[in-house]
C-alpha cells in the first residue's frame, strides 16, 4: 500500500508569494494533519481533519496558513504570503479514525522563504 | 500552555548503555502515551505506545515506564546501539480525539 505522499519535497519561495503544498493521504484513513516542523518549535499541529471536515485549524497559524481537504484522497495547504519565518518542514500525515490510531507521516515538504 | 514536556533537550551515551527520556503532562483525560522516533532525514514513526491500564510497556529494548499519580511517562532504551541515534517524541492524546500533542523532542546519540 502506499504511505502518504507529499508534493513537492523542496520549495523556494520569496517573501510574499503564495505556495501551495500537496498531501494524499494513506488510502482508508479518515483523519489528516498538517504539522510545522522546526529545531526550535518541534512538531506544532496547523489544522486536522476528520472525514474531510476541519476539526482544527491550529489558532495562531490562521491569519496565512489555510488547509483544505477536497476530497478524502487529497489535502493542500496554502501560505499566502509567505514570510522568511516561514521557513520549516511541513509535515502531513493520516491515520485511521479513532482515538489512538498511529499516524503514518508523510516525506515532508523542505519550504525555505528568502 | 505546554501540554506535555519533554526532558532532556539532546542526550548522548555510550553504546550498550540504557537511554533515559522524560516527559511529564497536566491533564489527567489524557489516556494515550505514544514515542515516536525520527532518523536524520526521514519523517516521525510510532514506536511503542502505552495505555495507562499498566504502568509498562516493552517491546524489545524499548520500555515505557508509566506514573499515572506523578503524570509522567518516560522512554528507556536499553543496549543502545549507534543506529538507535535518532529523535525521539513523546506524545499525549485522549481516546475521545485522535490529535496529538507532542513534546518538543529529545536528540539521542549512541556512540561507539
Known amino acids: 500500500d502506499a504511505g502518504v505522499t507529499q508534493t513537492p519535497r523542496h520549495e523556494v519561495a520569496e517573501k510574499g508569494q503564495t505556495i501551495i503544498l500537496k498531501c494524499e493521504p494513506v488510502?482508508?484513513?479518515?483523519?489528516l494533519f498538517w504539522y510545522r516542523q522546526t529545531k526550535i518549535q518541534g512538531l506544532e499541529l496547523l489544522s486536522y481533519?476528520?472525514?474531510?471536515?476541519?476539526?482544527?485549524d491550529g489558532g495562531a497559524f490562521k491569519d496565512r496558513f489555510k488547509a483544505e481537504m477536497l476530497n478524502s484522497s487529497f489535502s493542500t495547504l496554502k501560505i499566502q504570503p509567505t514570510e522568511p519565518k516561514d521557513s520549516a518542514v511541513y509535515l502531513c500525515a493520516s491515520s485511521y479514525t479513532g482515538g489512538v490510531s498511529e499516524q503514518y507521516f508523510g516525506p515532508g515538504t523542505r519550504l525555505t522563504v528568502l | 500552555q505546554q501540554q506535555v514536556r519533554q526532558s532532556p533537550q539532546s542526550l548522548t551515551v555510550w553504546e550498550g548503555e540504557t537511554a533515559i527520556l522524560n516527559c511529564s503532562y497536566e491533564?489527567?483525560?489524557?489516556?494515550?502515551f505514544p514515542w515516536y522516533h525520527q532518523f536524520p532525514g526521514e519523517s516521525p514513526a510510532l514506536l511503542i505506545a502505552i495505555r495507562p491500564v499498566s504502568n509498562k510497556k516493552e517491546d524489545g529494548r524499548f520500555t515505557i515506564f508509566f506514573n499515572k499519580r506523578e503524570k509522567k511517562f518516560s522512554l528507556h532504551i536499553a543496549d543502545s546501539q549507534p543506529g538507535d541515534s535518532a529523535t525521539y517524541f513523546c506524545?499525549?492524546?485522549?481516546?475521545?480525539?485522535?490529535?496529538?500533542?507532542f513534546g518538543i523532542g529529545t536528540r539521542v546519540l549512541v556512540r561507539p
Open positions: 506524545a499525549v492524546t485522549n481516546s475521545a480525539g485522535n490529535k496529538l500533542t
Open positions: 488510502s482508508g484513513h479518515n483523519d
Open positions: 491533564d489527567s483525560t489524557f489516556d494515550y
Open positions: 481533519f476528520r472525514s474531510k471536515s476541519l476539526m482544527e
